[in-house]
C-alpha cells in the first residue's frame, strides 16, 4: 500500500528559532502533498496545498513567510515553521495524493516550542 | 472550514457490540473516504467510496456512499478494543480539486 512519512515524529525547539519537518511518499510519486496541522481533541485543519515545481498554495489566514513550503520532488515536500513561538506547538501531518486522488497521510511531527 | 457533520462525537461501547457512525453535508461530494486514527499518529485510510450508493467493506467495517451524495455512513461489526481510535470521514467536492474536507471525528472507546 501507498507509504508517506515523515520526519522528525517529533522535535522540541527554542522559541524563534526555524524547524523544517520532510515528509516523504515512500512507493509512489505525488505531484501534490498536503500539510494539515491538528490541535489536542481536534480535526485536521488544511494549511496548504503543496505542488511539486510551482508554488505553494495557502489557505486563508495561514502565513505563507512562516510557514514554507517546498516541493522540491514528486516525492519530497519540506515544510519549514520559522521563527517559531509556543502558539506554533501541534501536531503537523502530511498527506500525498496518488493517481486515484486518494491522499495517505504521514504519520505527524509533534512540535512542542519552548 | 469544517462542513462535514458527523456523529456521533463520541461513543463507549462494550466489545462485540456493532458501531455506526455517519457524516452529513449540505454540499455535493464526489468521493468518501474513513480514516482512523490512533493517538500521537496519522489517519489510517480505511475505506475509499467513489461513486453514489456504493457499499465497500474492509474487513469488519462497512461504508456507503449516500445516493444524494451528501452523506455517509461507516458500519464496524463485533467490535474489538483495538478499535478504539478516533474516525474521521472526509470529502472531496468537484470545486474544492483536490482538498479535502473533513468531519470533526468520532471517539470510539470499547470497553472489554
Known amino acids: 500500500g501507498a507509504v508517506v512519512s515523515q520526519h522528525p515524529s517529533w522535535v522540541i525547539c527554542k522559541s524563534g528559532t526555524s524547524v523544517k519537518i520532510e515528509c516523504r511518499s515512500l512507493?509512489?510519486?505525488?505531484?501534490?502533498m498536503f500539510w494539515y496541522r491538528q490541535f489536542p481533541k481536534q480535526s485536521l485543519m488544511l494549511m496548504a496545498t503543496s505542488n511539486e515545481g510551482s508554488k505553494a498554495t495557502y489557505e486563508q489566514g495561514v502565513e505563507k513567510d512562516k510557514f514554507l513550503i517546498n516541493h522540491a520532488s514528486l516525492t519530497l515536500s519540506t515544510l519549514t515553521v520559522t521563527s517559531a513561538h509556543p502558539e506554533d506547538s501541534s501536531f503537523y501531518i502530511c498527506?500525498?495524493?496518488?493517481?486515484?486522488?486518494?491522499?495517505?497521510f504521514g504519520p505527524g511531527t509533534r512540535l512542542t516550542v519552548l | 472550514g469544517q462542513q462535514l457533520n458527523q456523529s456521533p462525537q463520541s461513543m463507549f461501547i462494550q466489545e462485540g457490540e456493532d458501531v455506526s457512525m455517519n457524516c452529513t453535508s449540505s454540499?455535493?461530494?464526489?468521493?468518501w473516504l474513513w480514516y482512523k486514527q490512533d493517538p500521537g499518529e496519522g489517519p489510517v485510510l480505511l475505506i475509499a467510496l467513489y461513486k453514489a450508493g456504493e457499499l465497500t467493506s474492509n474487513g469488519r467495517l462497512t461504508a456507503q456512499f449516500g445516493i444524494t451524495r451528501k452523506d455517509s455512513f461507516l458500519n464496524i461489526s463485533a467490535s474489538i478494543p483495538s478499535d478504539v481510535g478516533i474516525y474521521f470521514c472526509a470529502g472531496l467536492r468537484e470545486t474544492s480539486g483536490s482538498r479535502l474536507t473533513f468531519g470533526e471525528g468520532t471517539q470510539l472507546t470499547v470497553n472489554p
Open positions: 454540499s455535493i461530494f464526489n468521493t
Open positions: 512507493d509512489f510519486q505525488a505531484t501534490t
Open positions: 498527506s500525498a495524493r496518488d493517481l486515484a486522488d486518494t491522499q495517505y
